[in-house]
Protein backbone atom coordinates (compact mmCIF):
# COMPACT_ATOMS: atom_id res chain seq x y z
CA UNK A 1 0.00 0.00 0.00
CA UNK A 2 1.27 3.49 -1.00
CA UNK A 3 0.28 6.77 0.94
CA UNK A 4 -0.67 9.97 -0.66
CA UNK A 5 2.42 11.33 -0.45
CA UNK A 6 4.00 7.78 -2.67
CA UNK A 7 6.05 6.66 0.06
CA UNK A 8 5.38 3.02 0.84
CA UNK A 9 6.60 0.46 3.74
CA UNK A 10 5.39 -3.24 4.48
CA UNK A 11 7.19 -4.73 7.33
CA UNK A 12 7.39 -8.33 7.62
CA UNK A 13 4.37 -8.34 10.41
CA UNK A 14 2.65 -6.10 8.04
CA UNK A 15 2.49 -2.56 9.79
CA UNK A 16 2.84 -0.03 7.61
CA UNK A 17 4.45 3.33 7.60
CA UNK A 18 3.47 6.74 6.80
CA UNK A 19 5.19 9.62 5.41
CA UNK A 20 6.96 11.24 8.81
CA UNK A 21 7.96 7.65 10.27
CA UNK A 22 5.16 7.01 11.91
CA UNK A 23 3.63 3.63 11.98
CA UNK A 24 -0.24 2.54 11.18
CA UNK A 25 -1.25 2.43 14.57
CA UNK A 26 0.80 5.65 15.61
CA UNK A 27 -1.35 7.49 12.93
CA UNK A 28 -5.00 5.73 13.98
CA UNK A 29 -3.64 7.11 17.70
CA UNK A 30 -3.10 10.91 16.55
CA UNK A 31 -5.36 11.10 13.71
CA UNK A 32 -8.73 8.52 13.68
CA UNK A 33 -9.68 8.66 17.31
CA UNK A 34 -10.05 12.67 16.89
CA UNK A 35 -12.13 12.45 13.54
CA UNK A 36 -14.01 9.02 15.60
CA UNK A 37 -14.95 11.74 18.02
CA UNK A 38 -16.33 14.08 15.81
CA UNK A 39 -18.12 11.40 13.04
CA UNK A 40 -19.44 8.92 15.50
CA UNK A 41 -22.20 10.31 17.96
CA UNK A 42 -20.91 8.15 20.66
CA UNK A 43 -21.80 10.09 24.13
CA UNK A 44 -19.50 9.63 27.24
CA UNK A 45 -22.63 7.49 28.52
CA UNK A 46 -22.72 5.47 25.61
CA UNK A 47 -18.97 4.28 25.69
CA UNK A 48 -18.80 3.78 29.40
CA UNK A 49 -21.90 1.50 28.68
CA UNK A 50 -20.12 -0.21 25.60
CA UNK A 51 -16.64 -0.34 27.43
CA UNK A 52 -18.58 -2.23 30.41
CA UNK A 53 -20.10 -4.40 27.94
CA UNK A 54 -16.95 -5.38 26.09
CA UNK A 55 -15.03 -6.21 29.46
CA UNK A 56 -17.75 -8.68 30.13
CA UNK A 57 -18.07 -9.82 27.02
CA UNK A 58 -13.76 -10.70 26.94
CA UNK A 59 -13.69 -12.17 29.97
CA UNK A 60 -16.38 -14.65 29.14
CA UNK A 61 -14.30 -15.24 26.34
CA UNK A 62 -10.78 -15.99 28.95
CA UNK A 63 -13.50 -18.16 30.88
CA UNK A 64 -14.23 -20.12 27.47
CA UNK A 65 -18.09 -18.43 26.79
CA UNK A 66 -18.40 -18.21 22.78
CA UNK A 67 -20.18 -14.73 22.10
CA UNK A 68 -22.75 -14.49 20.51
CA UNK A 69 -23.67 -11.25 18.53
CA UNK A 70 -26.53 -9.46 18.84
CA UNK A 71 -26.67 -7.80 15.42
CA UNK A 72 -24.32 -8.83 13.23
CA UNK A 73 -25.35 -12.25 10.71
CA UNK A 74 -22.61 -15.19 10.98
CA UNK A 75 -21.15 -13.74 7.81
CA UNK A 76 -21.26 -10.35 8.96
CA UNK A 77 -19.27 -11.56 12.32
CA UNK A 78 -16.38 -12.82 10.74
CA UNK A 79 -15.81 -10.31 7.91
CA UNK A 80 -15.79 -7.44 10.62
CA UNK A 81 -13.42 -9.29 12.76
CA UNK A 82 -10.86 -9.91 9.73
CA UNK A 83 -11.73 -6.16 8.99
CA UNK A 84 -10.90 -5.01 12.09
CA UNK A 85 -7.77 -6.42 12.50
CA UNK A 86 -6.52 -5.15 8.92
CA UNK A 87 -6.78 -1.96 10.27
CA UNK A 88 -5.48 -2.40 13.89
CA UNK A 89 -3.27 -5.11 13.70
CA UNK A 90 -1.64 -7.03 16.43
CA UNK A 91 1.79 -5.90 17.19
CA UNK A 92 4.98 -6.12 19.79
CA UNK A 93 3.56 -3.33 21.89
CA UNK A 94 0.20 -4.76 22.25
CA UNK A 95 -3.22 -6.78 20.89
CA UNK A 96 -5.47 -6.29 17.79
CA UNK A 97 -8.65 -5.06 17.26
CA UNK A 98 -9.94 -8.15 17.79
CA UNK A 99 -8.16 -8.71 20.82
CA UNK A 100 -9.02 -5.23 22.38
CA UNK A 101 -13.16 -6.47 21.96
CA UNK A 102 -13.77 -4.61 18.87
CA UNK A 103 -16.10 -6.39 17.36
CA UNK A 104 -18.41 -6.77 20.42
CA UNK A 105 -17.73 -2.82 20.57
CA UNK A 106 -19.61 -2.62 16.99
CA UNK A 107 -22.06 -4.99 17.96
CA UNK A 108 -22.81 -3.28 21.16
CA UNK A 109 -23.27 0.11 19.01
CA UNK A 110 -25.63 -1.67 16.15
CA UNK A 111 -27.74 -3.46 17.56
CA UNK A 112 -28.36 -0.50 20.10
CA UNK A 113 -29.10 2.09 17.49
CA UNK A 114 -30.86 2.14 14.09
CA UNK A 115 -27.94 4.88 12.89
CA UNK A 116 -25.06 2.66 12.69
CA UNK A 117 -26.86 0.31 10.19
CA UNK A 118 -24.74 1.66 7.52
CA UNK A 119 -21.96 -0.90 9.07
CA UNK A 120 -23.95 -3.54 7.20
CA UNK A 121 -23.80 -1.70 3.92
CA UNK A 122 -20.19 -1.27 3.93
CA UNK A 123 -19.18 -4.86 4.88
CA UNK A 124 -21.93 -5.80 1.61
CA UNK A 125 -19.99 -3.50 -0.05
CA UNK A 126 -16.20 -5.15 0.59
CA UNK A 127 -17.69 -7.84 0.07
CA UNK A 128 -19.24 -7.35 -3.37
CA UNK A 129 -15.60 -5.92 -4.35
CA UNK A 130 -14.27 -8.94 -3.84
CA UNK A 131 -16.50 -11.17 -5.40
CA UNK A 132 -15.87 -8.55 -8.73
CA UNK A 133 -12.25 -9.24 -8.28
CA UNK A 134 -11.57 -12.39 -7.13
CA UNK A 135 -14.69 -14.61 -7.58
CA UNK A 136 -14.91 -14.83 -3.29
CA UNK A 137 -16.18 -13.55 -0.23
CA UNK A 138 -13.84 -11.08 1.83
CA UNK A 139 -13.21 -13.32 4.48
CA UNK A 140 -12.40 -16.11 2.02
CA UNK A 141 -9.87 -13.49 -0.10
CA UNK A 142 -5.57 -14.49 0.75
CA UNK A 143 -4.43 -11.74 3.17
CA UNK A 144 -2.71 -10.59 -0.06
CA UNK A 145 -6.04 -10.05 -1.83
CA UNK A 146 -8.06 -8.48 1.24
CA UNK A 147 -4.93 -5.98 1.34
CA UNK A 148 -5.35 -5.00 -2.70
CA UNK A 149 -8.48 -4.42 -1.92
CA UNK A 150 -7.88 -1.75 0.75
CA UNK A 151 -5.55 -0.25 -0.95
CA UNK A 152 -7.72 1.13 -3.29
CA UNK A 153 -9.41 2.32 -0.75
CA UNK A 154 -7.34 3.78 2.03
CA UNK A 155 -5.88 6.69 0.31
CA UNK A 156 -8.49 8.75 -0.24
CA UNK A 157 -6.42 11.47 -2.84
CA UNK A 158 -5.31 8.16 -5.38
CA UNK A 159 -8.67 6.53 -5.11
CA UNK A 160 -10.50 5.84 -8.76
CA UNK A 161 -13.98 7.43 -8.92
CA UNK A 162 -15.41 4.09 -9.22
CA UNK A 163 -14.64 3.31 -5.64
CA UNK A 164 -15.55 6.35 -3.71
CA UNK A 165 -18.53 4.43 -1.77
CA UNK A 166 -15.82 1.77 -0.72
CA UNK A 167 -13.49 5.29 -0.11
CA UNK A 168 -16.10 6.42 2.77
CA UNK A 169 -17.21 2.67 3.88
CA UNK A 170 -13.95 2.20 4.86
CA UNK A 171 -13.47 6.06 6.28
CA UNK A 172 -15.78 4.81 8.76
CA UNK A 173 -14.97 1.46 9.65
CA UNK A 174 -11.46 2.55 10.09
CA UNK A 175 -13.18 5.27 12.72
CA UNK A 176 -15.20 3.12 14.33
CA UNK A 177 -12.40 0.55 15.00
CA UNK A 178 -10.05 3.87 16.19
CA UNK A 179 -13.06 4.46 18.43
CA UNK A 180 -13.32 0.95 20.26
CA UNK A 181 -9.88 0.09 20.03
CA UNK A 182 -8.70 3.36 22.09
CA UNK A 183 -11.29 3.63 24.12
CA UNK A 184 -10.46 -0.17 25.35
CA UNK A 185 -8.40 -1.18 28.36
CA UNK A 186 -6.04 -2.30 25.84
CA UNK A 187 -6.07 0.71 23.88
CA UNK A 188 -5.92 3.00 26.75
CA UNK A 189 -2.10 1.14 27.78
CA UNK A 190 -1.37 1.23 24.12
CA UNK A 191 -1.47 5.39 23.55
CA UNK A 192 0.11 5.31 27.63
CA UNK A 193 -2.45 6.75 29.35
CA UNK A 194 -1.96 6.56 33.38
CA UNK A 195 -4.51 8.57 34.76
CA UNK A 196 -4.51 11.20 36.86
CA UNK A 197 -1.65 10.47 38.93
CA UNK A 198 1.57 12.93 39.34
CA UNK A 199 4.61 13.13 36.96
CA UNK A 200 7.99 13.75 38.47
CA UNK A 201 8.70 15.15 35.08
CA UNK A 202 7.90 16.24 31.96
CA UNK A 203 9.71 16.10 28.47
CA UNK A 204 7.18 17.55 26.39
CA UNK A 205 4.93 16.22 23.03
CA UNK A 206 7.19 13.23 21.06
CA UNK A 207 9.16 14.81 18.23
CA UNK A 208 7.13 11.97 15.92
CA UNK A 209 3.83 13.30 17.22
CA UNK A 210 4.31 16.87 16.59
CA UNK A 211 6.39 16.06 13.22
CA UNK A 212 2.89 14.51 12.51
CA UNK A 213 0.67 17.66 13.26
CA UNK A 214 3.03 19.56 11.16
CA UNK A 215 4.33 22.07 14.40
CA UNK A 216 7.50 22.12 16.00
Not at 67 to 88: G, R
Not at 96 to 120: E, H, K, L, N
Amino acid sequence: MKNGKGNRELTADGERLTVDGLTRREAITLGATAAAAAMLPITPAEAENAAVYVEAALQGAAQGAVYKPKWFQPDEWAEIKVMVDLIIPRDAKSGSATDAGVPQYMDFFCSAYPSYAWVREALRWFDGAAYNSYGKSFVKCTDAERRALLDQVAWPAKAAPGVRDGVNHFNRLRDFTASGFFSSRMGVRDIGYIGNVARPTWNGCPPAALRHLGVD
